[in-house]
């Protein structure tokens, strides 16, 4: 390989060098940006104001907390009136469920509320005597009564809403003006509107407590006079029409319920250690009989035994007569002979003893005598008040399916076999005594067995962007995702065709290397152009020009390059 050896710069070339003017070869980004046409630059300017924007705007949602719900199920008109009062207040919100609900941050849900509150809002809530404390002046009879019954129908209203059933209501109130001229007052009367929780119902006990507590709050106010209703439009107050017809109210329909869920119970815990949790279903009937019975019964029996020990007597009269107005006295005389007769008796059963006449007498001259007696007895007399028991059991009803037994082989292989006739003996007589079986209440019990069926249940082949939770993700990342999209149209759109330009004007470093080294190296100084313009291609063609007029010098250039000595 030939060896390059590198000529000696002359030295009548160095002073011609030091004496040209230095062209900045390099121009700094600010000057190559400033050289840029007038569309780029408004396309450069454009773009990365959009792109604070984008920023600034997912900088702004990632700082906004979780919403809560404010207020929910209100009226367009309490609704405006609250979206108007948040709106002065600098409060954010957000509509939910149709605009049915406002959503505000969570940390200013309290806060919101309480000064809404103060500012009576909303107005559709339930306002009780505070209406009174608004009274303006020279009002009216007819409008002070009317504000009162409307602050005592809103008392009504927030003490019965107190029950943990009852999710909203409104009370009615009929109060009539009374006047002492009128000659029959009229009675009030009230009238309640329930609306109850999914799932509730109010027992005949609460229902009651309903009624006296409106019955007690107004004076006069009969308890019968108040209704009460539930969100069907069903009275249940009072007594029913089924219950009048002889069907059961909703107390009695619970209290069967609770026994055939007793004997199902009983039955469930007897058999499923036997047979498996699994591979068992039962079900009772009862017929529970609510009629309420009286009878009375009299028996007249006759006396039994002697009379003298059984028979009581009851009343009792005797009478006696004795004639002979012109008998003389006789006997001795002295106190012996004046002792007065000694006194009748009567026997129960027999002929009555003659009358005796005064000791010493002589009954022969004492002339006709007659004696009567009556005796009365008690007749054997039974009473008997029969009244029969209610909710008394008239008959039961069980039906139990068992399914088939499962073996499993050495194998591993499960089949199903069903129970033997002596298993289901068992079973049924497992199940009588269990529920108390009776015959001559005429109770009946079916054990059956039968194989379940069991449903395989296979996932439904939703598609991936039908999902809930895919519909969710996009909901949630739709915002986000199409502010990073802009940005990256407003970078690659805008912004980075920009710089390259800006990049592109400036020129290549071995080109600057070649016209720098071309013009310390050059023979005549005269002969190179100088380089004001900053285009690329003007230094290009100064490049070459001098290039062909000093192959020499451009020679020694590239040979001192490739030797790495410069």
């Known amino acids: 390989m030939d060896t390059v050896v590198a000529q000696p710069i002359p030295a009548a070339m160095a002073p011609a060098a030091a004496a040209r003017p230095v062209v900045n070869a390099n121009p700094g980004f600010g000057e190559r940006l400033m050289a840029l046409p007038a569309k780029r630059k ?3 300017g454009a773009g990365l104001a959009a792109l604070l924007a984008i920023v600034a705007a997912m900088a702004m949602m990632s700082s906004q907390g979780d919403y809560k719900v404010l207020y929910a199920n209100l009226s367009d008109k309490d609704g405006g009136a609250i979206l108007a009062q948040l709106s002065q207040m600098n409060v954010p919100y957000k509509h939910a469920d149709g605009g049915a609900a406002i959503l505000v941050p969570a940390d200013k849900v309290h806060d919101v509320r309480l ?16 209406l009174m404390d608004n009274a303006r002046f020279g009002i009216t009879q007819f409008q002070e009564r009317l504000t ?31 006047n002492g001229f009128f000659r029959e007052q ?17 027992d005949r006990a609460q229902v009651a407590g309903i009624v006296h507590l409106v019955s007690s ?14 969100q069907t439009g069903a009275l249940i107050s009072g007594p029913t029409d089924a219950a009048a017809n002889g069907g059961l109210d909703a107390q009695q329909l619970q209290y069967v319920n609770q026994i ?10 007897i058999l499923e250690p036997v047979v498996g949790r699994d591979n068992l279903r039962a079900q009772v009937t009862a017929e529970v009989d609510f009629s309420q019975t009286e009878s009375t019964s009299e028996q007249f029996k006759p006396n039994q035994g002697s009379a003298a020990d059984q028979a009581t007597v009851r009343s009792q009269q005797t009478s006696s007569s004795t004639g002979g107005a012109n008998a003389q006295p006789s006997g001795v005389p002295g106190a012996a002979s004046n002792q007065p007769p000694v006194p009748a008796t009567a026997p129960i059963n027999g002929a009555a003893q ?9 009954a022969a001259t004492a002339g006709p005598s007659r004696a009567e007696s009556v005796t009365n007895y008690e007749v054997d007399k039974t009473v008997r008040v029969t009244r029969n028991a209610t909710g008394t059991v008239k008959r039961l009803n069980a039906a139990v399916v068992v399914n088939h037994r499962t073996n499993t082989d050495a194998k591993g292989k499960t089949t199903t076999v069903p129970l033997s006739a002596e298993e289901l003996d068992k079973l049924t007589a497992l199940v009588r005594e269990t529920i108390g079986f009776s015959q001559d209440r005429g109770d009946s019990v079916k054990v059956v067995n039968a194989p379940f069926k069991v449903e395989k249940i296979t996932p439904a082949d939703v598609p991936l962007w039908k999902q809930p939770e895919t519909i969710d993700l996009l909901r949630t990342m739709a915002i986000p995702g199409a502010l990073t999209l802009l940005a990256l149209i407003v970078v690659f759109g805008a912004i980075r065709p920009a710089l390259k330009a800006v990049e592109s004007s400036r020129p290549a470093p071995m080109l600057d290397a070649v016209i720098d080294d071309a013009q310390t190296l050059g023979n005549d100084p005269q002969a190179l152009p100088a380089l004001e313009a900053p285009q690329s291609d003007r230094r290009l063609e100064d490049a070459r020009s001098f290039a062909k007029e000093n192959p020499g010098a451009v020679a020694a250039i590239v040979r001192t390059w490739v030797s790495k000595e410069a």
């Open 42 to 44: 408004f396309l450069l």
């Open 115 to 130: 000064k809404l509150a103060s500012a009576g809002l909303p107005k559709g809530s339930v306002t009780g005597f505070e």
């Open 354 to 362: 003659p009358l005796q006449a005064a000791q010493g007498g002589n």
């Open 260 to 269: 055939e869920a007793m004997h199902t119970k009983r039955i469930l815990d």
């Open 217 to 230: 709050s107004v004076p006069e106010l009969n308890p019968k006079a108040v209704s009460v209703l539930d």
């Open 148 to 178: 009162f019954q409307r602050g005592l129908e809103g008392e009504l209203t927030r003490s019965i809403m107190a029950l943990a059933a009852v999710q909203s209501a409104r009370v009615h109130l009929a109060l009539p003006n009374q």
């Open 186 to 202: 009229q009675k009030p009367s009230a009238s309640v509107m329930l609306t109850l929780h999914p799932g509730r119902t109010l």
